[in-house]
């Protein structure tokens, strides 16, 4: 849920820099709304030390799944929007290459928190 105002400003941020409207903006309005509606239950995953039951890790493991498409989808959307402009725009400030480092580091984070979701990886923790 903390995340959400970040992305906002990324979103802001890319928009600005490149003049043009994200790619798939109500897209990306949609998967802030399941981000944040899942983001709510999705808690779990960070309890993997308590012993939770097995059908609460399934639960979890599978929400915890399940929130990585919205994400996919905003960092689609936020890729395409770089998509058909002049690399030279890219070089005149740092602004955009830091939003696309952002972009890396954010996709190499949610790809381990993926893997991290799961039960089984829980439990070897």
Known sequence: ILIIPAFGIISIIISGILQKIIFGNPSMIFAMSCISLLGSVVW???????????????????VTILISLPTGTKIFNWLSTYLGNPPLLLLKTNSPFFGLLFLLMFTIGGSTGIILGNAAVDLGL
């Open 44 to 62: 779990g995953h960070h309890m993997y030390t308590v012993g939770l039951e097995t059908d609460t890790r399934a639960y979890f493991s599978g």
